[in-house]
């Protein structure tokens, strides 16, 4: 289960960011396994399989899906089925545990998420310049395509149990990119009057640490950095 924490009204300034809580699903100590197929309209069909298990003090949960439909973005026309708006998607998570003592424990989230998105066309639209160099392709003939890719990795030493100090020591990872490609036909260029291959990655990688020190019998002093 996946929560997000963000807002985006205007009072606090249209904030894009998120805080991402992520919470696996145990292992039962059993190792068991599950394959889900669905099907539906547009020919959108989704396998996905789930496992996890344990061996001794390590455990661990994966996951993976593929998807596949003729509607991946929103249409932009009044048809019932948009044109050229296919989408293949693949997604996959992992989550391993060791339990290193009684009260140390070593723990790894990865995750990934890729897809591929065709821009959907729209009939009856009309080139805004023309060219004597090239032809000028029908609206239906459109073919622009978006692709993106997201990945991370956390690795996790928690120590907890302590009668003094308790601790979570963090490194991660992470890497999204975002790649348009426009009509290769010059369409985007002669409909729009700008035609541009456009690539956006952003990467990111830190250390983050939360500690806990129990003064007393009623004070604890709480202190961590990112």
Known sequence: MTGVQTCALPIFGYRTSAVVDILTKPPKGENEGEISVVGGSRNYGETAAV???SQGRFSWTMSGSYLASDWGVSNPSMGFN???DETRQS???GFFSWELTERERLGALVGHN???FQIPTRTGLQPQYSSSSFATPGPAALNA???EYNQFEAVSLEAHGHEVANYQVSVYHRL???HYSPDPNHGDLLYTGVS???VRRN???GVQDDTAVKLNATHTLRTGFM
């Open 114 to 116: 890729e897809g591929s």
């Open 145 to 147: 395509n978006q692709k």
């Open 196 to 198: 541009n291959d456009v």
């Open 203 to 205: 990467e990111a990688e």
């Open 82 to 84: 948009p044109q050229h």
């Open 176 to 178: 999204s990119e975002v």
């Open 91 to 93: 997604k996959g998570f």
């Open 51 to 53: 496992m996890s298990g």
